[in-house]
């Protein structure tokens, strides 16, 4: 019964972590969207305080389009990340507290000091053995998606850097 409540709070914990991890993607995107708006207006700003014709004007705002582009991308990147992350954790948890009621049977069935004693090293090894397995496991997602979300800064500096010069051109 213990058990069932607590694989039952641990759900509604990783439920709750979803769920505030839909409201921050979805507050991104309207954040996303509100910059997109604040930049478009600050480009028409810009194109008649330099008088830029009309093609680089178009030329910077499609190269800010596909700037926001790539902050949403790896926003949710990130964000997807963070999800799998969480996800880990909370099985790591199930599995912890599963080990934790086998181990406790297990003590409570020895008959000596020294039984005991054994038992109680090898569920602390056992513990740590997992603890590092399943970090490990969690660390190598966060940097995969990291990684992710730093290509496509890097694709996206990349092409700002020759629209850049393109535009830095005499005709």
């Given at each position: 019964?213990?058990?069932?409540?607590?694989?039952?709070?641990?759900?509604?914990?990783?439920?709750?972590?979803?769920?505030?991890?839909?409201?921050?993607?979805?507050?991104?995107?309207?954040?996303?969207?509100?910059?997109?708006?604040?930049?478009?207006?600050?480009?028409?700003?810009?194109?008649?305080g330099f008088n830029l014709s009309k093609e680089?004007?178009?030329?910077?705002?499609?190269?800010?389009?596909?700037?926001?582009?790539?902050?949403?991308?790896?926003?949710?990147?990130?964000?997807?990340?963070?999800?799998?992350?969480?996800?880990?954790?909370?099985?790591?948890?199930?599995?912890?507290?599963?080990?934790?009621?086998?181990?406790?049977?297990?003590?409570?069935?020895?008959?000596?000091?020294?039984?005991?004693?054994?038992?109680?090293?090898?569920?602390?090894?056992?513990?740590?053995?997992?603890?590092?397995?399943?970090?490990?496991?969690?660390?190598?997602t966060s940097l995969k998606h990291a990684e992710?979300?730093?290509?496509?800064?890097?694709?996206?500096?990349?092409?700002?850097?020759?629209?850049?010069?393109?535009?830095?051109?005499?005709?």
């Amino acid at each position: 019964m213990a058990s069932t409540q607590t694989e039952n709070q641990t759900k509604n914990t990783a439920d709750r972590a979803a769920a505030q991890t839909q409201d921050a993607v979805r507050t991104a995107q309207d954040n996303v969207q509100n910059v997109s708006r604040q930049v478009f207006e600050a480009t028409e700003r810009l194109t008649r305080g330099f008088n830029l014709s009309k093609e680089d004007a178009e030329r910077f705002a499609s190269q800010s389009r596909q700037n926001l582009d790539a902050v949403t991308r790896c926003g949710t990147v990130l964000s997807q990340g963070f999800q799998e992350a969480s996800r880990h954790w909370i099985e790591f948890s199930q599995k912890q507290f599963q080990r934790n009621l086998a181990a406790v049977n297990r003590l409570a069935q020895a008959k000596t000091l020294q039984e005991f004693a054994a038992i109680q090293s090898d569920v602390v090894r056992e513990g740590l053995e997992s603890f590092v397995t399943d970090s490990k496991g969690i660390a190598e997602t966060s940097l995969k998606h990291a990684e992710e979300a730093g290509k496509i800064f890097s694709g996206a500096a990349k092409q700002t850097a020759q629209t850049a010069q393109t535009a830095s051109r005499p005709n």
